[in-house]
């Protein structure tokens, strides 16, 4: 295993990245056979004492056998386990946050939004079967322990899915877009395989199976939920909407005399027509900034540097017994920047100060384990108070920042 390879081609060595995602991502299952410590993960062997687990775990515990789910507290669980369900262990990465080492460059590999990935462990007794289901999100599942018995089917009756469908217990959720009924049982013609410790199965959105442990199996799952662009076009509509007075008007008159309701349907003819607009103005670059979470002034390709005609020194200087973080910028005009900061934001302000070239702000999100909006926020003042100025990417995406593309 080598640490520098990325995190698809720790789990699918020798399968490069660009082969995953040429080949596999997003719709084509993939079940890679190898041992575990290939993954670099030394943390994984903690994850096969399915007692640690539920004492990690603060959280609810799923257990469910072919009558149901329930739901349980983890002191509850090991006796579910016990009495023969299947346990489902969800964000085991907020008990193991090492985990997010892992996680966050696996998105940037995928291209998908932060956080839009999490981990969860699975675990079920040998014989045990979790019957058949599809999922809405990706799965990467890494088999830690025993044997494990996968059918996998493509799902030819919804694409898409907003909600994962389990046959025992179908919901309404599905209906609006499903029309047909859907089977109950994996097809006679679905895929056959057995994993074993170290085996990895990418599981695309949607896809239907069924497992069966051969033996006592536990299984870490990376998970990946970006989101859909349902949701991001409508948080951009949303907040274009928020911004007007008259659809921010409490739902009145929609029941009452008919010249109530007439005037409820003139008010809002009129609001619906000012609705066109904004969603005309709307653009691919607003929705990609919206699924980054990051505000539209500030595109994750929007070209910074550092402004060569002032100095920018970043210090913790003691301040009435506290220690306060301050970026002083000086320019040609004796001019001297001071401004608060918290020591999150001044190590990036130092990392920005010592950056030679152009850099984006997608690419600090990239590299930078911070909250998108603290990376926002610190540029946002930074550019304020002229320590970095924009690029216009128009006249200047040539030279030293096509270098820096590239690199
Ligand atoms: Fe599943």
Not at 40 to 63: H, N
Request: charged share 25%; proline share 7%.
């Amino acid at each position: 295993m080598n640490r520098g390879q990325s995190c698809l081609e720790r789990l699918f060595y020798p399968i490069d990245s660009g082969e995953f995602l040429a080949k596999f991502w997003p719709s084509r299952p993939l079940l890679w056979r190898g041992a575990l410590d290939r993954i670099g993960l030394p943390y994984l062997t903690q994850l096969t004492d399915l007692k640690a687990i539920l004492a990690m775990s603060r959280g609810p515990v799923k257990g469910w056998n072919q009558a149901g789910s329930v739901n349980s507290s983890p002191e509850r669980a090991l006796g579910l386990y016990e009495t023969g369900h299947a346990l489902y262990v969800p964000r085991i990465d907020r008990y193991l946050p090492e985990l997010g080492e892992f996680l966050r460059p696996l998105e940037r590999e995928l291209g998908v939004p932060r956080h839009s990935a999490h981990c969860s462990i699975f675990a079920a007794a040998a014989n045990s079967v979790i019957p058949m289901h599809f999922d809405m999100d990706f799965g990467f599942n890494i088999l830690l322990r025993g044997r494990k018995i996968w059918k996998l089917a493509p799902n030819e009756h919804v694409l898409n899915p907003l909600v994962s469908h389990d046959t025992s217990r179908p919901g309404p959720d599905l209906q609006p877009y499903v029309k047909e009924t859907l089977p109950q049982t994996m097809p006679k013609n679905c895929s056959t395989d057995e994993a074993g410790p170290g085996d990895v199965y990418f599981l695309p959105r949607g896809y239907w199976h069924e497992t069966k442990a051969v033996e006592d199996c536990i299984a870490l799952e990376f998970a990946v939920t970006p989101g859909t662009w349902l949701d991001v076009v409508l948080d951009e509509i949303r907040a274009k909407l928020l911004l007007r007075v008259d659809w921010r008007e409490s739902v009145l008159g929609v029941r009452g005399t008919p010249t109530t309701i007439c005037h409820t349907f003139e008010s809002l003819r009129e609001m619906l027509a000012g609705i066109s607009e904004d969603i005309n103005t709307m653009t691919a670059e607003d929705l990609v900034a919206r699924a980054n979470h990051v505000p539209r002034d500030f595109s994750p390709l929007t070209w910074f540097r550092r402004n060569p005609d002032k100095a920018m020194t970043v210090e913790i200087p003691e301040i009435r017994g506290r220690s306060q973080s301050v970026v002083k910028v000086f320019g040609h005009e004796d001019g001297l920047f001071v401004s608060d900061i918290t020591e999150e934001s001044a190590s990036l302000c130092r990392r920005i100060s010592e950056e030679p070239g152009p850099f984006t702000l997608g690419g600090l999100l990239d590299e930078l384990d911070l909250e998108p909006q603290t990376i926002v926020q610190v540029i946002g003042a930074l550019e304020e108070i002229g320590a970095i100025i924009r690029c216009d990417s128009t006249t200047t995406y040539t030279g030293e920042i096509a270098d820096a593309a590239q690199a």
